[in-house]
């Protein structure tokens, strides 16, 4: 079972910034929050990850809280073509745990 | 750089019949995965590989699938016989090992069982 909740939608309009919330409140010390998307019809795609830091690169911004028990991805200007389900997964680093498990994600519209 | 290749994109079949999938991986990534997703569900990990060993197989239901990577390279998923439930988006995914933060989805092979 997924170890995060996600909200199962939200909206955003086109050119603001889309904040996406996660909640990881059993997430263990040596566990990463990752951030994939998935756009209609094309396999997931790595957008960033994190320990305990704030995390940024040329897609997102990640913000971890400091009990790391949530998090949120922003998109600071969003488009259209940034609509798709993004999905918020905690990955371990041990033999058993180091694996992608998904949960349904939260549905993001970005609207003209 | 080429992503990871599958084929077909699209397969429909009559239950009890065969299917196989193939997956390229990018060049040089030793780890594969095959993952399935269902119709509104994030995918499921079902095989995964490291160079030619199937390391984790925990979730491939092993009565009906059956799956191999040949000198760990491409890989083939095959269903046999093929269920009205086996209908589904079947993803395959490489990195360069195990380790690797991102892994590298290829665009799915849609199968429908009819």
Redesign the interface.
Known sequence: D?KTTQPPSMDCAEGRAANLPCNHSTISGNE?V?WYRQIH??????II?GLKNNETNEMASLIITEDRKSSTLILPHATLRDTA?Y?CIVKG?SYNT????????TRLQVFP | EAGVVQSPRYKIIEKKQPVAFWCNPISGHNTLYWYRQNLGQGPELLIRYENEEAVDDSQLPKDRFSAERLKGVDSTLKIQPAELGDSAVYLCASSLDRFSYEQYFGPGTRLTVT
């Open positions: 997924a990463y990752y019809s094309q396999g997931p795609q790595y990850h389900v999905y680093v180091d694996k992608l498990i998904f949960g349904t994600g």
